[in-house]
Every structure is written in structure tokens, then in C-alpha cells.
């Protein structure tokens, strides 16, 4: 039973693991499922249930840039998470006075 539990254990921190160095690079799973070949709803269970596949595993180390030792046990260099970029809506351009007086006119 106790290696049932640590079995479960290990492959939650391993999931987020995964989740940690994608949302590192920046990218959407999108754009790490398309880097790694795969579709988006595939690439979206290794987040959130299952643990990716020891093929798909230099791959994806390979686009979020990370050492896989610590992906596959937690110790070493942990990804460095990018600034934070402040996304804001573009803001309308206000129309000139010309183009006002022009539309009167």
C-alpha cells in the first residue's frame, strides 16, 4: 500500500514539475504541444493526470530548457520563471480634430 502512495505521490510532483517549466518558458500548452508533435489535449493530461511518456521526455525538456534530472526528481536547477509581462488591451487611437471636422463637413 505504502509504495501505491508514494508511486501516486511522486507522479503529482512530477505533473507539476511539468506544469512549472512550461508556464517558465512562458508559452501556452499550445505552443508546447505543437514543439513537441503532439496535439493540445494530449500535451493538457501531462498538467493534469498523467505522467508524459519517457519518449516525449528529452523533447520536452528540450523546449522549456531543463535540466531532467530535475524534472524527474525535483533536485537540481529549477526553471527560472520569465518577468512578467503586463498584457493590456490596445487602447482605441482617438480620432484627430481634422478627421472630426471633415466627418461634419
Known amino acids: 500500500m505504502a509504495e501505491i502512495d508514494s508511486?501516486?505521490?511522486y507522479e503529482?510532483?512530477?505533473?507539476?514539475?511539468?506544469?512549472?517549466?512550461?508556464?517558465?518558458?512562458?508559452?501556452?500548452q499550445w505552443q508546447v504541444a505543437e514543439l513537441m508533435g503532439i496535439k493540445q489535449d494530449q500535451y493538457?493530461?501531462?498538467?493534469?493526470g498523467r505522467v508524459i511518456p519517457h519518449h516525449l521526455v528529452g523533447?520536452?525538456?528540450l523546449i522549456?530548457?531543463?535540466?531532467?534530472t530535475w524534472l524527474m526528481t525535483g533536485k537540481g536547477?529549477?526553471?527560472i520563471q520569465p518577468p512578467h509581462s503586463v498584457e493590456t488591451e490596445a487602447e482605441p487611437v482617438p480620432k484627430s480634430r481634422r478627421a472630426k471636422r471633415s466627418q461634419a463637413a
Open 77 to 79: 536547477s529549477k526553471p
Open 59 to 61: 523533447r520536452f525538456c
Open 7 to 9: 508511486k501516486a505521490q
Open 44 to 48: 493538457k493530461h501531462y498538467e493534469t
Open 64 to 68: 522549456c530548457s531543463i535540466d531532467p
Open 12 to 28: 503529482q510532483e512530477f505533473i507539476a514539475r511539468v506544469r512549472a517549466a512550461r508556464i517558465a518558458t512562458g508559452k501556452k
